[in-house]
């Protein structure tokens, strides 16, 4: 077995997914190397080496690379995927984007969002929203994988691979990158976050997820919202929590006015410990949360953020 | 130019799954059925396109068994001019749909295709890029905005962490996020007219592609039920639970 591991990047820095997907590649077994794809990655490359578990760090630094549009990264792991018998990156909405590229050009299926491993060629993954564990068998020889980052616990950083250029230079004409707007936050990313504080349409309008901030600090939580929130315009969209937003599974998880639709709780249905505040107390959310409080969030979340 | 959009017909989103008690996979026998709702706002972006006078054609294409003909239905009754229903009972896994839909643009060269970009059902995310990869042709997924310009189309896509634009040489593959557009209700006199609007019918093999797949679904099972809580009475109450109970705090 060897495996191949696409690193995640942020702003050009080696993000923690990474260390989460090697140790999905552990789970597998096997020769474990990491592709660090982008401009200006050296230092990402490093980081990478340091990885547990890891032999060896190959970096493709070239401008083509840059914000790893899906054709040129595509076309990187075509030439570089025969060395291997898996390929896998984290579901995140880079991995979703080039992956199944990858598979597509070697006529392989690719197996998403993997939760689980049971054997080098059998996955367990989430199917309808989180309400179905599939556990699959893939007979291609090119396992093509995306790994659901909070299904398994980040390897250490105690290791020295070697690093090593690839040399692999591919044309791109078809797309081109234009611009970027990420959102400032001081906050801990969601999908890392020990503890998530989430909003939901009963904070009423955006001015209101202000009252979250206080006890956000407190808890050095990230922020979140549910998709009634983000469609209602309350939040911008990179805070949705739920089946077609982020997948979270952090320590705490605190729903405030958030009734728990389906798409919701896919995203957050395996927090290790899960509070709502909601006033309706027939809402669906109380029938996952480890403890509810029914009363009105205006009052709860000022009383709760000087109590803390 | 012609617009090409991919539907799929998939268990409405509102309806609570259950799996079969053989764990062979999930029951679908008597559910409410529906678009997948990724793809409606694919439809619906191919149909503002041709308002614009920027699409000539809306063609809607489906791959599925017999019953999928009423999503077709439905995407003509929105807007789309006519249908390509490819006709197969089998599970069709995305590689092979996107196999299917590889050929449907090489016949029908269309200038740009839609799709979603997941269904709901299986939340996979591979089709589009699959496609773009199979048919050579750029990609932007997870689009909240779509402008053609000239030979190029901007597509703002949502990506961890905010908005990315990319622009991409015509033609291209575009997969739709919720936030692209808020699609529109079918009117009934819309929904008779889509009854006498083309609908061909197709089979794999008249494309010559295998449909078979090399993933075996082995079991499917329910996911670990939550352990009921408690409601607490105070704020008071909750945070001592917090950190004496569950040790969180």
């Known amino acids: ?32 190397d990491v592709l660090v794809a982008g401009e200006g990655v050296q230092a990402a490359a490093e980081a990478a080496a340091t990885l547990d578990g890891v032999s060896k760090v190959r970096v493709a630094d070239n401008a083509v690379y840059a914000h790893q549009l899906a054709e ?55 199917i309808y929203a989180g309400n179905a564990i599939a556990t699959v068998k893939s007979d291609d020889p090119l396992k ?30 078809q797309s081109s990158f234009v611009k970027q707007e990420l959102a400032q936050s001081d906050r801990p990313e969601l999908g890392g976050a020990k503890v998530v504080i989430s909003g939901g349409r009963g904070m009423g ?3 209101n997820f202000k009252l979250l901030d206080g006890i956000a600090d407190k808890l050095g939580a990230a922020i979140g919202a549910s998709r009634a929130a983000v469609d209602a315009g309350f939040v911008p969209n990179d805070m949705q929590v739920g089946q077609t937003g982020k997948i979270v599974a952090p320590e705490l998880y605190i729903a405030v006015g958030i009734s728990g639709a389906i798409q919701h709780l896919a995203g957050m249905k395996d927090s290790k410990v899960i509070v709502a505040i909601n006033k309706d107390e027939e809402a669906p959310i109380f029938q996952v949360a480890d403890y509810g409080l029914v009363g009105d969030l205006f009052e709860i979340l000022p009383e709760l953020e000087s109590k803390l | 130019m012609k617009v090409l959009v991919a539907v799929k017909r998939v268990i409405d989103y509102n309806v609570k799954i259950r799996v079969k008690a053989d764990h062979s996979d999930v029951d679908l026998t008597n559910v409410k059925m529906a678009m997948n709702p990724f793809c409606e706002i694919a439809v619906e972006e191919a149909v503002r396109l041709k308002e614009k006078g920027v699409a000539t054609e809306v063609v809607a294409v489906t791959v599925g068994p017999k019953a999928a003909q009423e999503q ?3 995407a003509l009754a929105l807007g789309a001019d006519r249908a390509i229903h490819i006709e197969t009972d089998e599970r069709v ?61 901007n597509v703002t896509r949502e990506i961890d962490g905010g908005l990315q634009t990319v622009a991409l040489t015509l033609p291209a593959i575009v997969t739709t996020d919720l936030r692209l557009n808020e699609p529109r209700y079918a009117k009934l006199p819309d929904i008779m007219k889509a009854k006498k609007k083309p609908l061909d019918v197709k089979t794999p093999a008249d494309y010559g592609v295998e449909v078979d797949s090399r993933v ?6 329910s996911p670990a039920e939550r352990k009921g809580g408690i409601k607490v009475a105070s704020v008071d109450e909750l945070i001592d639970k917090l950190k004496n109970e569950a040790k969180v705090l």
């Open chain 2, 216 to 221: 075996t679904l082995l079991k499917v099972e």
């Open chain 2, 93 to 153: 896994e995305s590689l092979a749909v996107a196999k299917l839909l590889a050929k449907v643009v090489d016949e029908e060269q269309p200038g740009l295709v839609i799709l979603g970009k997941q269904a709901i059902d299986t939340d996979n995310n591979q089709t589009g890029q699959m496609l773009a990869a199979l048919t050579n042709l750029p990609q932007g997924t997870f689009a909240s905005e779509v402008a053609v310009d000239g030979d190029k189309v």
């Open chain 1, 205 to 207: 309008n955006g001015e």
């Open chain 1, 72 to 126: 040129p990264m595509g076309a990187l792991l075509v030439a570089l995927a025969d060395d291997y018998t898996h390929v896998l990156t984290s579901a995140s909405t880079t991995g979703k984007n080039v992956l199944p590229r990858l598979a597509a050009l070697k006529d392989v299926s690719q197996l998403s969002e993997v939760i689980g491993v049971e054997s080098a060629d059998t996955f367990l993954r989430p």
């Open chain 1, 1 to 32: 077995m060897s495996i191949l591991v696409l690193a995640d990047l942020h702003d050009g820095q080696l993000a923690s997914a990474t260390a989460h997907v090697v140790a999905a590649a552990q789970a597998i077994g096997g020769d474990i």
């Open chain 2, 72 to 74: 077709l239905r439905t």
């Open chain 1, 144 to 173: 093509v994988i995306t790994v659901r980052t909070t299904a398994f616990d980040a390897v250490g950083s105690g290791g020295s691979a070697s690093v090593e250029a690839v040399d692999v230079v591919v044309d791109n004409a």
